[in-house]
């Protein structure tokens, strides 16, 4: 069964850091372009960054370019969204996606049930 899971969200505080893990079973990352997106309530799903299967090329949302940084692993079949310096603004529910093309621009057919980040005080 292909599945992704997403885990690390949380509640941390303005500033603050945390690394959200996508792990795959089912089926192998490393023919995948692996993107990572977030939805608030009553708002469209965004893309946030994205990382592909070839050379490690990555993408950055200009609100998280500097801050977020994507890594794969592809020994654990995991992918990392580390982010750092948090804002408030930051809170969402994070996904990751696979994309079977590898080229970052979809379609992404398979996604994680979603983790939720809320950055407060």
């Known amino acids: 069964q292909v599945q992704l899971v997403e885990s690390g969200g949380g509640l941390v505080q303005p500033g603050g850091s945390l690394r959200l893990s996508c792990a795959a079973s089912?089926?192998?990352?490393?023919?995948?372009?692996i993107g990572w997106f977030r939805q608030v309530p009553g708002k469209e799903r965004v893309g946030v960054s994205c990382?592909?299967?070839?050379?490690?090329?990555?993408y950055y949302a200009d609100s998280v370019k500097g801050r977020f940084t994507i890594s794969r692993d592809n020994a654990k079949n995991t992918v990392y969204l580390q982010m750092n310096s948090l804002k408030a603004e930051d809170t969402a529910v994070y996904y990751c996606?696979?994309?079977?093309?590898?080229?970052?621009?979809?379609?992404?057919?398979?996604w994680g049930q979603g983790t939720q980040v809320t950055v407060s005080s």
């Open positions: 996606a696979a994309d079977p093309t590898g080229s970052m621009k979809g379609p992404y057919d398979y």
């Open positions: 990382i592909n299967n070839n050379d490690g090329s990555t």
């Open positions: 089912g089926f192998t990352l490393d023919y995948y372009a």
